[in-house]
Nanobody, 122 residues
Framework: QVQLVESGGGLVQAGGSLRLSCAAS????????VGWFRQAPGKEREFVVG????????YYADSVKGRFTISRDNAKNTVNLQMNSLKPEDTAVYYC???????????????WGQGTQVTVSS
């Protein structure tokens, strides 16, 4: 069992930056791939970015490439998401997710955090 807690959401103007953090507790966090998903009002939850258990592989949705950066610190059981050049369309609830591999995130064996709201004003 893995427990995930997100933090760092808030309100920012377009062009600004936010840094989200996902803190994990429970079973060995360093063995899990971690990702961020987001869900905007009236839309389905979508994959944003993922990182392998070692941090050696990272995967980004096209919509955030070049603007978002994911990193992890297994010694501190944390994963961070640096979001730059934010756009109003980035507005959503952002969820941290953990699982055996990035490709499986969002599936039935995914652990989820409770989500944190990100609002980007124009």
């Amino acid at each position: 069992q893995v427990q995930l807690v997100e933090s760092g959401g808030g309100l920012v103007q377009a062009g600004g930056s936010l840094r989200l953090s996902c803190a994990a507790s429970g079973r060995t966090f360093s063995r899990y791939a971690v990702g961020w998903f987001r869900q905007a009002p009236g839309k389905e939850r979508e994959f944003v970015v993922g990182i392998s258990w070692s941090g050696g592989s990272k995967y980004y949705a096209d919509s955030v490439k070049g603007r978002f950066t994911i990193s992890r610190d297994n010694a501190k059981n944390t994963v961070n998401l640096q979001m730059n050049s934010l756009k109003p369309e980035d507005t959503a609830v952002y969820y941290c997710a953990a699982g055996e591999r990035v490709s499986g995130l969002g599936g039935p064996l995914t652990y989820w955090g409770q989500g944190t709201q990100v609002t980007v004003s124009s």
